[in-house]
């Protein structure tokens, strides 16, 4: 099983960007059967759950950090989940992750219970 992360880069304050990441070799057990997750890790930080999409896509988290300024959404078709971040600011910078859960519905939002990782992308918030 693969995912990988793409869409990091260098923004200045205030700025946009949208992260994608696309899975596949999830041959028995689909891309629209997995929970599908955003992490990230500030340097010296502990990595930070910060928006999740249920399987179903009918229930969705952010936490509180980003909420009101990030957007998740899944493309099925695509084995793709999607992060548009609005509005970032330096505090946003960090590397971010995708992850999958399987039959993952986010209302218990713990990294430990993602099977599978992406090796991140790195976002930069900076003037």
């Known amino acids: 099983v693969q995912l990988v992360e793409s869409g990091g880069g260098l923004v200045q304050p205030g700025g946009s960007l949208r992260l994608s990441c696309t899975v596949s070799?999830?041959?028995?057990?689909?891309?629209?059967?997995?929970?599908m997750a955003w992490f990230r890790q500030a340097p010296g930080k502990k990595r930070e759950g910060i928006s999740c999409i249920a399987w179903s896509n009918d229930f969705i988290y952010y936490s509180e950090s980003v909420k009101g300024r990030f957007t998740i959404s899944r493309d099925n078709a695509e084995n793709t989940v999607y992060l548009q971040m609005n509005k970032l600011q330096p505090e946003d910078t960090a590397t971010y992750y995708c992850?999958?859960?399987?039959?993952?519905?986010?209302?218990?939002?713990?990294?430990?219970?993602?099977?599978?990782w992406g090796q991140g992308t790195q976002v930069t918030v900076s003037s």
């Open positions: 070799g999830l041959t028995y057990d689909g891309f629209d059967r997995h929970g």
């Open positions: 992850a999958a859960h399987f039959a993952g519905n986010c209302q218990t939002f713990e990294e430990r219970l993602f099977e599978y």
